[in-house]
């Protein structure tokens, strides 16, 4: 995968449509019979179809000592039920409605069906498709959970170095659209605290051969990042993410894959022969208040002097709490942007839905995802606590991952609620 210099462009012809939701014709809101759009995308509108989820799931998976999630990456619904990738174990789990193992595929191993890093699962047509982050390859199960086959990606296009990650975002078509991100700072010496924004690399791979139909890139997170040297000759090096910061985000539906930046709601959606339109949005700007800053500013120092000593030890300093004076050291003059970005997230939902999520301000306890159709009307507004990590979305159900008492990773449904 080529990170260098200016985005690489698609080898297909690209078609791009720039829409502004104040310009069309047709109303932006569904039921809405005239007047001016909203013009906060998050606000309720004229005959919405608002809902919230229930205060506690109706199943939790993760629990049970006879089926525990050891290291859980990601999990999709399912047919009537849900797939799980349990990463440590190399195993998909196929659970029914009621949370009842349905089958389990996968082992440790370089053989057909096995795995050395399972990092990803998604849906696609009437199966599954998993990634081996590893091996560079997907594999195609069948409805039952069943090896079906395997598609190994063109080596050339992707980057093997181990500073840098590459995840499936999900299936789509003939298929996959695959995220690359950079770990670390970038350059060779010892370097002041500085504002770094190391590109986001992305890629729609072909599954019936690994072909790439579509590189390209977008501006990755906002950190404020060092390097430094260490007496014993090594070096220390990483950053913390700028308050209120942009980043780069994606989502996948069963048609689309789509990608855009949190700096504005402007989304390229690409269908899976690499075509693109583009679709913007007006979004009111809120200024960042003082008091949202020092909240975030206190909250991550306390985090950093809470910091617990583990037992490994490098250069004869203990590695968790070096890092966390290193960090400490950065947060002294962390900058916070002046406005808070256009949005936080996106998923694409077993509903068919592109959902985007609201970027909350730090004293906020509910956030707003919105439901958009492949026409771009808004369909569903949908609130829920801020701290529930989202996976996935169907008609009537979320799809949450948490943690337990004992920091257990657990799978969460939680009802649809008006």
């Given at each position: 995968?080529?990170l260098?210099?200016?985005p690489?462009?698609p080898?297909?012809?690209?078609?791009?449509?720039?829409?502004?939701a104040a310009?069309?014709d047709?109303?932006?809101?569904?039921?809405?019979?005239?007047?001016?759009a909203?013009?906060?995308?998050?606000?309720p509108?004229p005959?919405?179809?608002?809902f919230?989820?229930?205060?506690?799931?109706?199943?939790?998976v993760?629990?049970?000592e006879?089926l525990?999630?050891d290291?859980?990456i990601?999990a999709?619904?399912f047919?009537?039920?849900i797939?799980?990738?349990?990463?440590?174990?190399?195993?998909?789990?196929i659970?029914d409605?009621a949370?009842?193992?349905?089958?389990r595929?996968?082992r440790r191993?370089?053989?057909?069906?096995?795995?050395?890093n399972?990092s990803?699962i998604?849906?696609?047509?009437?199966?599954l498709?998993?990634?081996?982050?590893?091996?560079?390859?997907?594999?195609?199960l069948?409805?039952?959970?069943g090896?079906?086959?395997?598609?190994?990606v063109?080596?050339n296009a992707?980057?093997v170095?181990?500073?840098r990650?590459v995840?499936?975002?999900?299936?789509?078509g003939?298929?996959?659209?695959?995220?690359?991100?950079?770990?670390?700072?970038p350059?060779?010496?010892?370097?002041?605290p500085m504002?770094?924004?190391?590109?986001?690399a992305?890629?729609?791979?072909?599954?019936?051969?690994?072909?790439?139909v579509?590189?390209?890139t977008?501006?990755?997170e906002?950190e404020?990042?060092?390097r430094?040297?260490?007496?014993?000759?090594?070096?220390?090096?990483g950053?913390?993410p700028?308050?209120f910061?942009?980043?780069?985000?994606s989502?996948?539906?069963d048609?689309?894959?789509?990608?855009?930046?949190?700096d504005?709601?402007?989304?390229?959606?690409?269908?899976?022969?690499g075509?693109?339109?583009?679709?913007?949005?007006e979004?009111?700007r809120e200024?960042?208040?003082?008091?949202?800053?020092?909240?975030?500013?206190?909250?991550?120092?306390?985090?950093?002097e809470g910091?617990e000593p583990?037992?490994?030890?490098?250069?004869?300093?203990?590695?968790?709490?070096?890092i966390?004076?290193?960090?400490l050291?950065?947060l002294?003059?962390?900058?916070a942007?002046p406005t808070?970005p256009?949005?936080?997230?996106m998923k694409?939902?077993?509903d068919?839905?592109?959902?985007?999520?609201?970027?909350?301000?730090p004293?906020?306890d509910?956030?707003?995802?919105?439901?958009?159709?492949?026409a771009?009307?808004?369909?569903?507004?949908?609130?829920?606590p801020?701290?529930l990590?989202?996976l996935?979305?169907s008609?009537?159900?979320?799809l949450?991952?948490?943690?337990?008492?004992?920091d257990?990773?657990?799978?969460?449904?939680?009802?649809?609620?008006h």
């Open positions: 995968m080529r260098a210099g200016p690489p462009k080898a297909l012809a690209v078609s791009c449509l720039l829409l502004c310009c069309l047709e109303p932006s809101d569904p039921k809405a019979t005239g007047g001016a909203v013009a906060d995308l998050f606000a509108w005959g919405d179809e608002s919230r989820i229930a205060a506690e799931p109706s199943l939790v993760g629990l049970d006879s525990p999630l290291g859980n990601g999709v619904f047919g009537d039920g797939a799980i990738a349990n990463r440590l174990s190399r195993e998909v789990l659970l409605a949370g009842g193992l349905v089958s595929q996968g191993g370089e053989g057909p069906g096995d795995y050395i399972l990803g998604a849906r696609h047509a009437d199966g498709i998993t990634w081996d982050s590893n091996r560079f390859r997907l594999t195609l069948d409805a039952s959970g090896y079906v086959g395997d598609t190994r063109n080596p992707m980057s170095s181990s500073s990650i995840m499936m975002v999900g299936a789509f003939n298929s996959v659209l695959l995220e690359t991100s950079e770990m670390g700072f350059g060779p010496k010892a370097v002041r504002e770094i924004r190391q590109p986001v992305y890629e729609i791979v072909r599954l019936s051969d690994g072909e790439v579509f590189e390209g977008r501006p990755g906002e404020w990042a060092a430094e040297a260490l007496s014993d000759g090594g070096q220390r090096h950053g913390l700028v308050i910061g942009r980043t780069a985000v989502a996948v539906t048609r689309y894959a789509y990608l855009a930046t949190t504005s709601i402007a989304i390229t959606r690409y269908d899976d022969a075509t693109a339109a583009e679709r913007s949005f979004q009111p200024s960042a208040e003082e008091a949202w800053v020092r909240f975030v500013r206190d909250t991550l120092r306390a985090n950093f910091t583990g037992k490994i030890v490098i250069g004869g300093r203990n590695f968790l709490l070096s966390a004076e290193f960090h050291r950065l002294e003059d962390l900058p942007r808070l256009g949005f936080s997230d694409g939902g077993a068919g839905l592109l959902w985007i999520r609201e970027y909350p301000d004293l906020q509910h956030v707003i995802w919105v439901g958009f159709s492949e771009w009307e808004r369909r569903k507004r949908l609130a829920m801020v701290s990590h989202v996935d979305f008609d009537d159900q979320v949450v991952r948490a943690k337990g008492a004992l257990e990773t657990l799978i969460e449904v939680y009802p649809i609620e």
